[in-house]
């Protein structure tokens, strides 16, 4: 089990904005636990606050753009993507213009300022949110394609290809998170000679320099053309004869615009609002496919409570049937689960239960439509949390668990012979004075079917 993270202390950075070509400064400050990531505008009046998530974006020409009725935020992907690399759960973000500086077109300096300022680990759990099937969004006709597939951990590949004799074809891979800081977030964005015109003709990109993103040019046109269009963004135009990248730095990598596209995958998908573990394929991303991408991840972790957890019957048990005797009183027909698989000490435990045809309650109940009774369901989750209990002390064949109270219980789906039930039990606070208050799932499959919270004293036996 995970803890959530924010950052030890604020951070400031200031530039211009890309579109706007407004001087900004931005301010990262740490935040409480479950309010993710927020971006309040101190520049209006209120100052009010936009929640960063994919529901929220408006837009995806040359950024992504979050709005909230008249609040809006453009340019957050790279500071976004800093974050959620960094493993930053809460972040609250202060700007004091309608976008984020852009910086050097890359995510590098976040990330530095990151490093500098520390991260600091808070109470609260991290939830996961474990790909279970595959997702897919895609446009035919422009070949973009965007999947992510069941991994058990997160990594992105990526895909783009070009019309253009300078950049073609090109991938990128991050296997782990950690790969971030060094080989994605130095990656710098970046834009063809070609789109130039057309963006500033649409009032974009007024701060765009070779400071801030990588030029490429692929198309020949005559030199007064280039020169007027050099001028435009303040800077001196290349021979026009010579084809290729135009920039002050010199490449980071051969394939850093296929990097940068894997960087702004990750500022995407940072909205979904949850940590991914699943692995991204995508060919010819964009920031709107992106979105449409985060968003339907983000519908099912809306809807989805928790998730059951991983249980693979190949995997040898933390507690056989034999070991779960030695410390907990329960006998046939009254032992309710026959294996540990995962026991985190003072967090959560991982119990299983094989319903048979042979199970004695069922002669009653009912012999015609044999259906497992809810109470044994509760009485099985609360077995296990009795063995979390118990694990929290030395010696624990000399305690007995005994429970209080049992609240809040729920049957969602009725359990019968063939079922293979995965209990899930964790603590809701610290164990305390030999008293400990726990919150138990009972899953067939990836579905809920009962739930219960607990308190339970734990005694010493005479």
Request: charge should be negative.
């Amino acid at each position: 089990m995970q803890h959530q993270q924010t950052l030890a202390a604020p951070f400031t950075l200031t530039g211009k904005g890309l579109h706007t070509g407004l001087q900004i400064e931005v301010t990262f400050c740490p935040a409480k636990p479950d309010t993710g990531y927020n971006i309040q505008r101190i520049d209006l009046e209120g100052q009010p606050t936009i929640e960063a998530i994919a529901d929220n974006v408006a837009a995806t020409n040359r950024g992504t753009v979050v709005k909230k009725g008249d609040i809006v935020v453009s340019t957050i992907e790279h500071g976004m993507a800093a974050l959620y690399c960094a493993g930053i759960d809460n972040c609250l973000i202060k700007v004091n213009a309608p976008e984020f500086p852009i910086l050097d077109g890359s995510a590098l300096p976040y990330i530095e300022e990151i490093q500098k300022v520390g991260i600091v680990e808070q109470e609260a759990k991290r939830e996961v949110f474990r790909i279970m099937k595959k997702y897919t969004v895609e446009d035919p006709e422009k070949g973009i394609k965007l999947e992510i597939y069941p991994d058990d951990h997160f990594s992105v590949t990526t895909f783009v290809d070009y019309p253009s004799p300078v950049l073609n074809n090109q991938f990128a891979v991050m296997n782990e998170m950690s790969e971030f800081p060094s080989q994605i977030a130095a990656a710098r964005t970046f834009v063809f000679v070609r789109e130039i015109q057309p963006l500033l003709a649409a009032n974009l990109i007024k701060g765009g320099d070779l400071d801030n993103a990588l030029v490429i040019y692929d198309q020949k046109v005559e030199q007064k053309e280039l020169d007027q269009l050099a001028a435009t963004i303040g800077t001196t135009a290349p021979s026009a004869e010579k084809l290729g990248y135009v920039q002050k730095r010199p490449l980071q990598w051969d394939n850093e615009p296929a990097r940068h596209k894997l960087l702004d995958i990750l500022g995407d998908m940072a909205l979904v609002g949850r940590f991914i573990q699943g692995r991204i394929i995508a060919t010819r991303p964009g920031h709107g496919m992106n979105n449409k991408l985060a968003r339907a991840v983000r519908k099912d972790v809306k809807r989805t409570e928790v998730q059951a957890p991983v249980y693979d019957p190949n995997k040898a048990p933390v507690m056989d049937n034999i070991a779960i005797k030695a410390v907990m009183p329960h006998r046939y027909p009254m032992q309710l689960v026959d294996k540990i698989v995962e026991l985190e000490n003072n967090d959560y435990v991982v119990g299983v239960k094989n319903v048979t045809a042979n199970e004695p309650f069922f002669v009653g109940h009912f012999p015609e439509e044999p259906v497992m009774p809810g109470v044994l369901q509760v009485e099985a989750m609360a077995q296990c949390s009795g063995l979390l209990v118990l694990n929290s002390v030395d010696e624990p064949e000399r305690y007995s668990t005994y429970f209080m109270k049992i609240d809040n219980v729920k049957f969602r789906q009725k359990v019968v012979p063939g079922d293979t039930l995965v209990f899930r039990v964790q603590f809701l606070s610290p164990l305390r004075r030999g008293i400990a208050e726990m919150k138990g799932y009972a899953f067939v499959g990836d579905k809920i079917v009962s739930e219960a919270e607990f308190m339970a004293q734990i005694v010493k036996n005479k």
